[in-house]
DNA sequence: CTGAAAGCGCTTACAG
DNA sequence: CTGAAAGCGCTTACAG
C-alpha cells in the first residue's frame, strides 16, 4: 500500500511506445539531436508532454559519467561569509547561469580543516567542477583544489604560482582604484593618501596598485605616510584616517580600499571638523547598499558581482565541454560612480 | 588520448575480485549489512581500500530510487537573506548534521515566481528532500512545496491551515519574549511597553504574545498605545520609540522584538535623555553579534538558530527514512542573556 | 533515419 | 552466509 499511491514515474520506454518508436529513438529526440525524422520529434515530444515525463537523471549520469552538479565553495569562516554582500550576489549571478545550463549548485563550505576533507570527497563522488568564492586568499584549498583535477573556477585573482593551471575571474580592481584616484586629481586633490586592505588578499593589493599608478603618474608622491593599512572594516577605517590626519595634517583626497573603512574615514574627518568633499575628498570601493544613502552620499567604485559569478559559471561550462582547455583568468570593468563624497 | 590519461575509477566489481567474493557480497559488506562473514568483511573492506574504492553514486541512486541530495529552500529576496545571521547559522547546522549523514545540500533561490519553477522542477529531478528557511510567510511557497508531496521541513512556524502535512521547527518566540518581559518585571518596571515586527510574519506576532502573556499574568495594562509595531529595522525601532514615548512618557520598561529596534529604540531614548537601564530598561531578542558590544551591551534573547537547522535536517531525514510519519512541529527553547540593558 | 542491443555500476530478492 | 541473476532508466555505437 505505502509507496503504492503515486502512479510510477513515466520512462522513456513509455513516451517512445506511446510515440510509436524505439526507445534510442525517442532519447535521440529528447537530447536534441538533428539526424530524426520530423514525425518522430513530433511524435516523441508530443507524448513525453502527454505523459508528463521527466528523465531520471541518474541513469543519464551512470552513462555519460556526469552528474550535472557543480559545487559552489566557500571558504570563509561562515559568520562573515555571509553578511557579505559580495558572497550573495556572486552566488546568484552563478546560480542564474548554472540554472539556465540545468546544472545545480551543491552548497559547500570548507572553512576548516574537517570541511575541506568533506568537500574533497563530496567533489571526487558527485560533483562535476566547482565554482571557488575565494575571500581570504587560501593556499592550501588552492592546492587541495589543483591536486584533485576537478574542472574550477575562482572568484577573485589567485597568485599564480609556476604551472598553475588555476582559472579566475576577478574585477578590474587596479583599474577601478586608478580610477577613484584620478577622480580626486582631476578634482584639483593634490594630496592624495590610501586607506588599504590586508596585504595578503589580492584585491587589498591591487586596489592598493591602483593608487599608486594613480599618484605616481600624476608626479605626487607615494611616500609611506601617505599609505595606512586597515583590514577592510569599518573601525580599522577609522583608525587608520586617524594615522594619517596626524602624519599630514593637511591631506586634501583619501582614496579609500572598500566602502566600510570609507564610512569610517569620513566620520573621523567629521570628528575632526574637515568637511567632505569640501576639505577632503573621499572615494571608496565596491558600491555598498549604504554608499547611495550615507551622509555625504559616497563616490565609489562598482564592481559587477552577478556579473562575475555568471562568468564564473560560463567559463566553467566551457571547461566541462572541454577539458584539455588552457587556464582563462578573466579581468571585468569597474564602474566609478559619482556621488557627492567626491 | 584525452581521457584516457587517468586510471579508471575502480568498480564494485573489481573490489570484489580482489578480495576474491562475489559483487553481491562485496555490496553487502560495504553497505554494514550484517548477515556477511567476519573474513568476508575483512577481504572487503582491505580491497576497497587498496583500490581506494568509491562508490558511483548515480548506478546506487538508479537502483535505490534516492539522490542524497536535500535542496536549502530560501524564499527571500536575496539581498535580505545573505546578510540575515539568521540564514548562515541555520544553513551551518543543516549543513552538519545533513554531511554526517553523507547528504549533500542544494542551495535553492526561491525569491520570485521563476525561481519558484526552478525549485519545482529541480525538486521533482533530483532532490530526496527539501529545508526550507521561511524568512517572510510566504503562503504561496508552502502550497506550492505540499503539492509535490517531497519531504520538507521549514524553519519558523508555519501557519497552519486545516489538515497540513507541514513540518516545522521553530525557537520558542513565545516563551522568550514572556520571559524578556518578566525579567522588566523582576527589576520592578511596571510601565512596559513593546515595539513588535510585522504581524504578518508568525515570529513577529508569537513576540508580541509573549509579552501580553507576562504582562497580563502581572495585572498591568497591555492596551494599544503599550505597543508599536516595526519591521525588524534600526529605522523603525527609532520611529517606534518616538511614538511610544509621546503616547506614554512614563514608561519605564520596553521589550522589543528584535535587536536591530532595541538599537534604535535605545538611541532615541538616549536623545531624550533617558538613561538605560537606570530611566527605562530594554530588552532585545535574537542576540545579534553586535548585542555584546552595543552601548550599553543589550539584554535579550537568544535563539539556537544552528540548532534549528540541525534539528530540521534530523526531521527531514526521518521523513526520509519513513515517508508515512504524520507531521511533526518542534519548539526549540530560547535564552534570556542579561546584560546591562535591562 | 531507426531499431536492437550492449552496457553504465550498483542493489536486492531468490535459491541454496 | 553467499553467488548468480535480474533490473534500475538511460545513452550510444553498430548495422542496416
Redesign the interface.
Known sequence: M??RV?NPRPTLEMVAAAAGVSRGTASRVLSGATNVSPAAVEAVHKAAAELRY??????R??VTGR???VG?VVNES??H?????Y???V??GA?DAL?EADV??????AGDARERD?LIE?A???LDGLLVIHGHSDVELVRGIERM?IPAVFSGRVPITGTSTVWYVDADNRGGARAATEHLLARGCRRVVTITGPRDMAAGHDRHLGWLDAVTDAGLPSSDDHVAVGDFSTDSGRAAMTRLLAAMPDLDGVYVANDLMAFGAIAVLAEHGRSVPGDVAVVGFDDV?AARTSNPPLTTVSQPMAGIGRRMAELLLQQLAD??LDPVHEVLPTTLVVRDSA
Chains 1, 2 share one sequence.
Open positions: 505505502a509507496g503515486q521527466r528523465p531520471n537523471l541518474s541513469a549520469s551512470l552528474t550535472g552538479l559552489l561562515n559568520d561569509l555571509f553578511s557579505d554582500p558572497f550573495a550576489e552566488a546568484r546560480h540554472s545545480a549548485m551543491v552548497l559547500t563550505l568533506r563530496l571526487a563522488l558527485r583535477h547598499e577539458p584539455e
